[in-house]
């Protein structure tokens, strides 16, 4: 019975300590998140800068509908993607979140042939109708690299962009918008010694 007594108050000092060090590691993690600054989706100095205007004229989707860039009720976030490209498989399902929760219009972008194009609408769960299959697009915002995404407001005026693959990507171009700077990095390099205080 003494024994048990023991083993008993063994183990509550072992899951009081357990939880003294759980708390300090939980202090020392988010003292950790507040030094480490947010990685924002990566900006290329080629092609449009934010302030600039969508490209004029339709674009055709893969449905055979049209699509004026920057003509919508909500903001529009025009994400490059290539059935070919595993992170833009990826990246689809979180953009489609991303837009509902954020209340954006989302239209995919793409220059494949278009039974390709129709077989990447079907595997990936996409209606034809948002996405634009148009080289063009890709050649006046001159992308490079997939998965890029462009924001842009009401009035056709883009307000961030960058290569994203993750949803905090995505974040940034929103906080991007809502700080005024164009993007993420923008505001880092202005705000240096705040942010070191």
Known sequence: MTDMIYVNIFISAVLLLTS?????????????????????????????????????????????????LGSSVLPQLVLFVSGSCPISRKMIPIAKDFCFREQLSLILAGDDAPDVQQEFARCSGFSPSILINDQSLGRLLEVDKLPSAFLYDIDGKLVARGLVNNREHLESLLNAWESGYGTVQTYLANHKKSLAA
Do not use: H, N
């Open 20 to 68: 003294i060090v759980a708390f300090m590691l939980m202090q020392r993690v988010r003292s950790l998140f507040k030094e480490v600054a947010p990685v924002g989706a990566l900006t290329s100095v080629r092609g449009p800068q934010p302030g600039t205007l969508a490209p004029d004229g339709k674009f055709a989707t893969l449905s055979g509908q049209t699509i004026t």
